[in-house]
């Protein structure tokens, strides 16, 4: 039979585990805070979107207040008799025995 010799040192097979481990964490914590950071900044973004979006929204709403409820007293020319009598029309037969009885022009 043949024996080889193999002759392992269990503490610096555990040390280069562990130093492994560490630079795993490292690298990884790392990539975490980088991907926090984007994250915050996005979050900043969208509060200011949004509070530009709501402060646009209130001069929009104060602009239609302003508009609906004039500051100026509105006074009617005509009453509401006045308006029916404009509305009604002239006796039409009139016009039409008018019209009628004008010869027509021919060139």
């Known amino acids: 039979m043949l024996v080889f010799e193999v ?29 926090k950071k984007k994250v ?6 969208m509060l200011s979107s949004h509070a530009e979006i709501l402060q646009l929204q209130r001069e929009k709403i104060e602009l239609l207040q302003k508009f609906q ?10 009453t509401a008799k006045e308006e029916k009598a404009a509305d009604s029309f002239t006796d039409i ?8 009885s004008q010869p027509a022009v021919t060139k």
């Open 40 to 45: 915050d900044e996005l979050e900043k973004e």
């Open 69 to 78: 409820t004039p500051n100026i007293p509105v006074i009617p020319l005509k």
């Open 7 to 35: 002759s392992l040192n269990l503490f610096f097979i555990i040390g280069i585990v562990a130093i492994a481990g560490f630079v795993g964490f490292v690298f990884r914590s790392s990539q975490i805070s980088g991907l």
């Open 93 to 100: 037969s009139l016009r039409k025995k008018l019209l009628g």
